[in-house]
């Protein structure tokens, strides 16, 4: 009785471990796939991320704490985030074809589910 219970033990061990990664695989696909746009946006963006960098600071005094290629509204667009003199995250979206700035957003104060910290 005492294998055939190891036996089982085991079995559903295994089970649980080899079904592990298909729990994460859907983030991890869709990571890859995001990677991947970003990395065909740059090949033909006429504006580089230190370009935006500096255009977005031009627009908004502050820190830069990230710079993003994404695809906004049809088309690749650099959404520089940055901390302003008043503790606040903007995004300033630069079009990366132009290089002009096409708006600006506040981020608004979200909590993280389960941790209770506040990102901005």
């Known amino acids: 009785m005492k294998i055939v219970g190891r036996v089982l033990a085991v079995l559903a061990g295994s089970t649980l471990a080899l079904s ?3 729990w994460g695989d859907d ?6 796939d995001e990677t991947k746009e970003a990395v065909e946006m740059s090949k033909t963006a006429k504006v580089t991320v230190e370009q ?15 710079a993003e290629l994404e695809k906004k509204h049809g088309k690749a667009v650099w959404e520089v985030e ?4 008043d503790g606040k995250v903007t995004e300033v979206h630069v079009d990366a074809d ?5 708006d600006m957003e ?15």
Not at 27 to 32: F, P, V
Not at 53 to 66: D, M, R
Not at 82 to 85: D, L
Not at 98 to 102: D, E, F, M
């Open 20 to 22: 592990a990664p298909a």
């Open 106 to 120: 506040a981020k608004e104060e979200k909590e993280h589910k389960g941790k209770g910290k506040v990102k901005k």
């Open 82 to 85: 940055i901390v302003g003199e």
């Open 52 to 66: 935006a960098i500096k255009t977005a600071t031009e627009k908004l005094a502050g820190k830069v704490i990230e």
């Open 98 to 102: 132009s290089g002009a700035v096409i």
């Open 27 to 32: 983030k991890g696909k869709k990571e890859m």
